[in-house]
Antibody, heavy 122, light 106 residues
Framework: QVQLQESGPGLVKPSQTLSLTCAVS??????????WNWLRQSAEKGLVWIGR???????TYNPSLKSRVTMTLDKSKNQVSLKLTSVTAADTAVYYC??????????????WGQGTLVTVSS | EVVMTQSPAILSVSPGEGATLSCRAS??????LAWYQQKPGQAPRLLIY???TRATGIPVRFSGSGSGTDFTLTISSLQSEDFALYFC????????FGPGTKVEIK
């Protein structure tokens, strides 16, 4: 079965770049039609979809975050990466990676990684 | 953006009783609606997709219904492991989630 594990710094300074990776086991990130997604969860904003990346590298980002987000695939490590630039305290959240469980145009999510807490603070 | 709302915010139920959770979309999402369960310190777990299809391994006591803008998750007889936070999510447009309903022990 597919398993996902997020990792990265738990503390990022304001204005810097947040960088996270999602290690995937049980599936190749470069095969299949289900895209890999990033989401985040905070008390203030709830669950928010950040975007997705397909096995071929095509991306779709949430319009509200698009100007600051980049997702990439590391085929050699079977990992999916997220970069979010110019972070502020509002970007403090638990970040999840998740596979698309289905959906014709936009996805629902299954399974999810366990999540990683990122705090933005000086 | 499709705004999702859920009611009630908190639902107090005795074990063995049934529970009905509501989810409303600000515009029609057709049947593109999913439900998730989240326990403290854990990631959300998919329960239902396409309004009424149970995900793999989900017990039959969980059922979903609705269409358009109004949806319901029903838990027929609450077990101890069902006390948790429940979210709905639409995927007819850019994915968006409701704020959640906490099901707590009465």
């Amino acid at each position: 079965q597919v398993q996902l594990q997020e990792s990265g710094p738990g503390l990022v300074k304001p204005s810097q770049t947040l960088s996270l990776t999602c290690a995937v086991s049980g599936a190749s990130i470069t095969s299949g039609s289900s895209p890999w997604n990033w989401l985040r969860q905070s008390a203030e904003k709830g669950l928010v979809w950040i975007g997705r990346i397909y096995s071929g590298g095509t991306t779709t980002y949430n319009p509200s975050l698009k100007s600051r987000v980049t997702m990439t695939l590391d085929k050699s490590k079977n990992q999916v990466s997220l970069k979010l630039t110019s972070v502020t305290a509002a970007d403090t959240a638990v970040y999840y990676c998740a596979r698309a469980g289905g959906g014709l145009i936009m996805p629902f999510f299954d399974p999810w990684g366990q999540g990683t807490l990122v705090t933005v603070s000086s | 953006e499709v705004v999702m709302t859920q009611s009630p915010a908190i639902l107090s139920v005795s074990p063995g009783e049934g529970a009905t959770l509501s989810c409303r979309a600000s515009q029609s999402v057709s049947s593109n609606l999913a439900w998730y369960q989240q326990k403290p310190g854990q990631a959300p777990r998919l329960l239902i997709y396409a309004t009424s299809t149970r995900a793999t391994g989900i017990p039959v006591r969980f059922s979903g219904s609705g269409s358009g803008t109004d949806f319901t998750l029903t838990i027929s007889s609450l077990q101890s492991e069902d006390f948790a936070l429940y979210f709905c999510q639409q995927y007819n447009n850019w994915p968006s989630f409701g704020p959640g309903t906490k099901v707590e022990i009465k």
